[in-house]
T-cell receptor, first 115, second 112 residues
Framework: GAVVSQHPSRVICKSGTSVKIECRSLDFQATTMFWYRQFPKQSLMLMATSNEGSKATYEQGVEKDKFLINHASLTLSTLTVTSAHPEDSSFYIC???????????FGPGTRLTVL | GENVEQHPSTLSVQEGDSAVIKCTYSDSASNYFPWYKQELGKRPQLIIDIRSNVGEKKDQRIAVTLNKTAKHFSLHITETQPEDSAVYFCAASDNYGQNFVFGPGTRLSVLP
């Protein structure tokens, strides 16, 4: 149980375009979803926390107008990278957490390459 | 806020030997400590976790110990196998995982 999917797994886009990444909890209701960014050989850095039906809480230094997060249902959260630039190239991973528990279940990640 | 340190950053062991990875945290309010294993290009997978009301937990070849007074916790892998080679991350969070902070990771290599 506790499976999280993420789509797409890999995306290449041109600089200036927007990219949407979907994160779905397949067999549980994720009242809270987290979005992380991971650079090569580095740890996971939390970008934002989103609770279903409310605005996301962004970590310091993360531009909320650039990384748009929507958590419209208990099983779906989306991250949109707007006006992407090469420095946005990274591995983006989402995770979901079941209400009143503390364990996070991770999606498989999306590798974004901005040309 | 919470700060999690992890040592060593890289660790090489011979197959069959034990591996120990140590983490320290700063926030005394943290009470949940999971360990994740991440293979190259893949998602972090939860391998074991411990909560502050216990001092040790074991699952087959993997064990975790927690010292709340000293604010450190450790992962122990016994009888290591080549498939244990991966990056291991510790993390600490408070109630309901609201503040989930990862350590920088340890790259474990198990040599055949």
């Amino acid at each position: 149980g506790a499976v999280v999917s993420q789509h797409p797994s890999r995306v290449i886009c041109k600089s200036g375009t927007s990219v949407k990444i979907e994160c779905r909890s397949l067999d549980f209701q994720a009242t809270t979803m987290f979005w992380y960014r991971q650079f090569p050989k580095q740890s996971l850095m939390l970008m934002a926390t989103s609770n279903e039906g409310s605005k996301a809480t962004y970590e310091q230094g993360v531009e909320k107008d650039k990384f748009l997060i929507n958590h419209a249902s208990l099983t779906l959260s989306t991250l949109t990278v707007t006006s992407a630039h090469p420095e946005d190239s990274s591995f983006y991973i989402c995770s979901g957490r079941i209400l009143s528990t503390d364990t996070q279940y991770f999606g498989p990640g999306t590798r974004l390459t901005v040309l | 806020g919470e700060n999690v340190e992890q040592h060593p950053s890289t660790l090489s062991v011979q197959e069959g030997d034990s591996a120990v990875i140590k983490c320290t945290y700063s926030d005394s309010a943290s009470n949940y400590f999971p360990w994740y294993k991440q293979e190259l290009g893949k998602r972090p997978q939860l391998i074991i976790d411990i909560r502050s009301n216990v001092g040790e937990k074991k699952d087959q070849r993997i064990a975790v110990t927690l010292n709340k007074t000293a604010k450190h916790f450790s992962l122990h892998i016994t009888e290591t196998q080549p498939e244990d080679s991966a990056v291991y991350f510790c993390a600490a969070s408070d109630n309901y995982g609201q503040n989930f902070v990862f350590g920088p990771g340890t790259r474990l290599s198990v040599l055949p």
